[in-house]
Structures are given as structure tokens and as C-alpha cells.
């Protein structure tokens, strides 16, 4: 049981550059998401979907999009990457919506230049 | 959206004593809160939740306090390890569509041994 898997761990783009984040978890949950993290701020949440083929917008969705295909995979996608989403980007999944912790991967550190 | 704010930014503790973070929230409506560990480059970590039903809740040397009246959450670890050093944070939630969590920014504990 890997849990919440991330690729890449650190990524370097040119402004402009496209791009798409892997996340992957193997515990069958209905619940994904997508957050940043930036210095001095707590985590801001992206994209979320319920369950596959339902993706919605969350906090700070401009610049990003999501899709879910299947429940194992919720890949988030820059379409042309600016200096402003350089950030640490976390993947998350829960049981479901509700009073449920989520479990969170280990990462992606992204630099846009 | 909703701010959730932490007292201290950090904190140092001697190893083997009590440490306290704590954390403030603005919703009067948020009813169910996480406390994350987040270890330097690891993503982070569930360490306890409890629901607005409750005042307390205890795990494995850690409890954590709900004073709903003043809308304040405090996460005590007792005999504190250097295992323990990490940011820690909360997150409250609310029944909002999505299951929109909002993060502190985190209290940086340093355990000296």
C-alpha cells in the first residue's frame, strides 16, 4: 500500500512551458485534491473531485486544470506556466467528503523562471 | 474564505517537557479540525482530528482541545521527543461544497535535547 504517490519531486520550467503533475493513490478513495503551498501561507486548495469524471474548482484554480479519468489517478495540468505558480504542490485523498482526515503526498517543488 | 490563524510561529521546548500550539479560527461554523506534523520536505501528516461535538480528544501523547466559545484549538504533546521538531498546523472544515479544508500557516516546534 504505497498511499499518495507524486511525480515529479522537483520540476523546473520557462515561463510559458506546459506541464502536468502526476498524483496516484491506492486506497480506492472517492476524494482528491490539489493543493499549493507558499511561504507564510497556509496550504490553498486548487482543484478537488468527489469521485471519477467529477472535477470542481477549489481556492485558487486559475492557471491549473484537473481531470479523473479513474479513481486511482488525479494528474493537475499548467498550461503555461508563470512565475507566480512557483510553489510546493501537494496531492491529497480522502475516504470521502465529511469528517474524513486526508492523506497527503509527498510533494512536488516547482520553479518557474 | 476563512482564516485559521496560530498564536506563536515558533516554538522551543526542552526534550521531556509539555509542548503547547495552539490556533485560532474564525468560522463559528467550522465543525470538524485537523492537526498535520509536516516534516521538512515531507508532506503532511494527520496527527489527530476532533469534531465540534467534542472538547477534548486524546491520542498517543498528544490531546487536543476545542474551546468553541472562544474559537480556539490547542494541540498538546506530552514528553516531548526530537522526533517531534516539525511545523504543525491546523485546518478547520466546515460542511462547505467540496470539503474545503483552510489551513494555519504553521507553528515551527524545536525540541532541544
Known amino acids: 500500500n504505497a498511499g499518495v504517490t507524486q511525480t515529479p519531486k522537483f520540476q523546473v520550467l520557462k515561463t510559458g512551458q506546459s506541464m502536468t503533475l502526476q498524483c496516484a493513490q491506492d486506497?480506492?478513495?472517492?476524494?482528491m485534491s490539489w493543493y499549493r503551498q507558499d511561504p507564510g501561507m497556509g496550504l490553498r486548495l486548487i482543484h478537488y473531485?468527489?469521485?471519477?469524471?467529477?472535477?470542481d474548482q477549489g481556492e485558487v484554480p486559475n492557471g491549473y486544470n484537473v481531470s479523473r479519468s479513474t479513481t486511482e489517478d488525479f494528474p493537475l495540468r499548467l498550461l503555461s506556466a508563470a512565475p507566480s505558480q512557483t510553489s510546493v504542490y501537494f496531492c491529497?485523498?480522502?475516504?470521502?467528503?465529511?469528517?474524513?482526515?486526508?492523506?497527503f503526498g509527498p510533494g512536488t517543488r516547482l520553479t518557474v523562471t | 474564505g476563512e482564516s485559521v490563524g496560530l498564536h506563536l510561529p515558533t516554538l522551543s521546548v526542552q526534550e521531556g517537557d509539555n509542548s503547547i500550539i495552539n490556533c485560532a479560527y474564525s468560522n463559528s461554523a467550522s465543525d470538524y479540525f485537523i492537526w498535520y506534523k509536516q516534516e521538512s520536505g515531507k508532506g503532511p501528516q494527520f496527527i489527530i482530528d476532533?469534531?465540534?461535538?467534542?472538547d477534548k480528544r486524546q491520542g498517543q501523547r498528544v490531546t487536543v482541545l476545542l474551546n468553541k466559545t472562544v474559537k480556539h484549538l490547542s494541540l498538546q504533546i506530552a514528553a516531548t521527543q526530537p522526533g517531534d521538531s516539525a511545523v504543525y498546523f491546523c485546518a478547520e472544515n466546515y460542511q462547505n461544497p467540496g470539503n474545503q479544508f483552510y489551513f494555519g500557516t504553521g507553528t515551527s516546534l524545536t525540541v532541544i535535547p
Open positions: 473531485s468527489v469521485g471519477a469524471g467529477i472535477t
Open positions: 476532533i469534531r465540534s461535538n467534542m
Open positions: 491529497a485523498s480522502s475516504y470521502s467528503q465529511g469528517f474524513y482526515e486526508q492523506y
Open positions: 486506497m480506492n478513495h472517492e476524494y
